[in-house]
């Protein structure tokens, strides 16, 4: 492994439904049993709490940046001495986000982002305010480091990887079996329009909307699995990614837009 060398690990947690305290402690746990070191751990969406479709629960389940969800991911990120990424219930100026994170081995905030793109067909429309920003790109270890959050994936232009502004996609989903197939495909087709890693790190177990297991993927900028085999640890080189940008350089034919919100 070289310092150009990046291993991202997903934590597919077997959410409990506004159980915060099990659900912190699963996180936690799933860290700790990890077969390698990870520089990134990416938590499902919503792995606190998880969601219901009922504005009323999820507005008493937010909170705000600095309640016990971001104070577990710091502790977290600290005791393993990487980032950790996913999504919580955030409350600002009386209104409730899907929003995601990507916090530094010592707790800074490295980038935040409320969800745009809010599932319409489970009432997340009723529930969320849609964020009002691009997808964040941070940068971390060498590496350009962009965040989105679940149902954005169904959207290439928001994800657009516009002149290769960034090396690698973190994508925290809450995303069923009964859709899988959609999910992995896209997962690859945002990989290899883009040139860029992507991990899709969903939840596990199952709830009122479905059943989650196995549906955690990563994959290499050229569409194929990135996963160890037996495990949900991912080892991406920046070095493979620049050179096969350069072999083939894809972005410069790309079509120049300009996105509005």
């Not at 049993?33 to 009922?54: C, Q, R």
């Not at 990887?161 to 945002?190: G, V």
Request: hydrophobic letters at 45%; glycine letters at 4%.
């Amino acid at each position: 492994m070289t310092q150009s060398d990046l291993t991202v690990a997903a934590l597919p947690i077997d959410i409990a439904f506004a159980d915060r305290e099990s659900n912190l402690a699963a996180a936690r746990s799933m860290a700790r049993e990890l077969k390698a070191p990870a520089h990134i751990l990416v938590l499902p969406e919503l792995f606190s709490t998880g969601y219901v479709n009922d504005p009323k629960a999820m507005h008493q389940l937010a909170e705000d940046n600095s309640g016990p969800t971001m104070q577990a991911v710091r502790a977290i990120a600290a005791e393993h001495s990487c980032a950790v990424a996913g999504s919580f219930v955030a409350r600002e100026n009386d209104r409730v986000y899907n929003r995601a994170f990507l916090v530094a081995p010592d707790g800074t905030l490295l980038a935040r982002y409320d969800k745009r793109h809010l599932f319409s067909m489970s009432r997340e429309t009723e529930v969320f305010s849609p964020g009002s920003q691009e997808i964040p790109i941070a940068a971390f270890r060498g590496w350009n480091v962009a965040l989105a959050v679940c149902y954005d994936l169904r959207f290439p232009a928001w994800l657009r990887n516009r002149d290769y502004a960034y090396d690698l996609l973190l994508m925290p989903a809450n995303w069923p079996q009964s859709r899988a197939y959609a999910f992995e495909h896209l997962l690859i087709a945002r990989a290899i329009e883009n040139q860029a890693a992507v991990v899709g790190a969903n939840r596990g177990g199952s709830d009122a909307y479905g059943t989650y297991d196995g549906c955690t993927y990563s994959f290499y900028h050229v569409g194929r699995p990135a996963f160890v085999p037996g495990t949900t640890l991912a080892r991406f080189s920046l070095d493979k990614l620049r050179e096969a940008r350069t072999r083939f350089p894809a972005a410069r034919d790309a079509d120049h837009f300009t996105l509005t919100i």
